[in-house]
């Protein structure tokens, strides 16, 4: 009988904090500015420049240890870790290696098969590197330090996991998580979470771990489950060719469905770690643990009972909003302005997510002020929009958050509710579809359905339809 392997992975995930500044210097943080304008001597490496920690960086990892049930390390420490590479203008990244500031956590994770405890060994506190271009028409490579310096922390999680699918759901759970504190906004594709997954195989049954590859350069779940299967695949044939599996790091290259080997794997001492000199450890006292505490907000599983208890809608609709901070807070808002939970949460589930889901976007995208989407729903309510004009009205307020009550008067969408000029209409329409109005007549009620519609178009949709309905029957 063939053998039976289990997959092993553990991941090593970067994310970049939300701080405005840098983690040891006033540089700007934002994403996307002229190459080397957000820098200074201190993130360039200039010798005599000193660092200076950030104390944000502090409070949000400490913030993400406390909601993913790790130890805080109240005496924590910078440690160097020396490398040359021209996107590190120091030679090395000042990092934590000894001292790290949070460990032995976990996080609950939910499959198909389940609940499941994924361990986190540790996070620690880091700076990011500057960016390489390789620019092939020149011949040449430039560097921009502009991400150099910017806050990240690193989670480690224990080899726990046995699929993608479990990957799959750390990650969200992860993602979920850092976004509800708002320490990150966990954007694989713009870099502002990254995966490095380390896998092995074993035989069913054994005991010991089979040698793993780490593989990089993961910017969608999409690429991530693809590199796992990939690899899985790549290391049981080396196996059952008598084989072995060589720890290195690879780069999984989603284009072409392979890895391949960049580097062997390098250990903690080629890195020559020393403790930052220019650094002091960091006290992180019990009352400062608590502050923090005490602002953590309130995370799903609170906020899906609460909804239960305090609004009106379907479970379902609970797990979709809350999946988002972002979301949850603008269903939360808008109800709080407009009092209908149900007719919220139906705009959110409807036009929303087809929304979302047409331009591929995440919830933390959305634009739209709750402000707006209450004034949509105010105008369906008192019948001075239709609910087709509404959708409309929903999709430029979906693209750029117009004020609907603007819009709405702007382009004459109103809803015609004269009397007389919609009889005048209804009167025109009867007297162009005689057959109709003779199917009609003749017991066919479907064809009232055809001069509702002749009608609408006729006031280019601004009428009410129940309206129109009710005129077509007294006139017929
Ligand atoms: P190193 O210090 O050499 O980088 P670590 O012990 O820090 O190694 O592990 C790095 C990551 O690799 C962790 O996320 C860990 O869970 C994972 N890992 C360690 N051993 C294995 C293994 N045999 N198979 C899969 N993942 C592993
Ligand atoms: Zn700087
Ligand atoms: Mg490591």
Redesign the pocket.
Known sequence: MAKQYET?????VHVELATKTKIFCGCSTAFGGAPNTHTCPVCTGMPGSLPVLNKQVVEYAVAVGLATNCTITQYCKFDRKNYFYPDNPQNYQISQLYLPICRNGHVEIETENGKKSVGI?EIHMEEDAGKLIHDEWEDCSLVDYNRSGVPLIEI????DMRSAEEVIAYLEKLRMTIQYLGASDCKLNEGSMRADV???VREVGAKE????T?MKNLNSFRAIQHAIEGERERQIELLESGKEVIQETRRWDDAKEYSYAMRS?E??QDYRYFPDPDLVPVFISDEWIAKIKENQPEFREKKMVRYKEEYDIPEYDIGIITDSKHMADIFEETVAICKQPKKVSNWLMGETLRLLKEKSMDPEDILFSPENLAKLIALVDSKAINSSVAKEVFEVMFAQNVDPEKYVEEKGLKTVNDEGALRKTVEEVIAANPQSVEDYRNGKEKAIGFLVGQTMKAMKGKADPGMVNQLLKELL
Request: overall charge negative; cysteine-free; charged content about 30%.
């Open positions: 092993v992975i553990g991941l090593e060994h480690v999680s224990e080899p380390n896998i092995s771990f089979g040698t793993r780490e794997k250990d903690a």
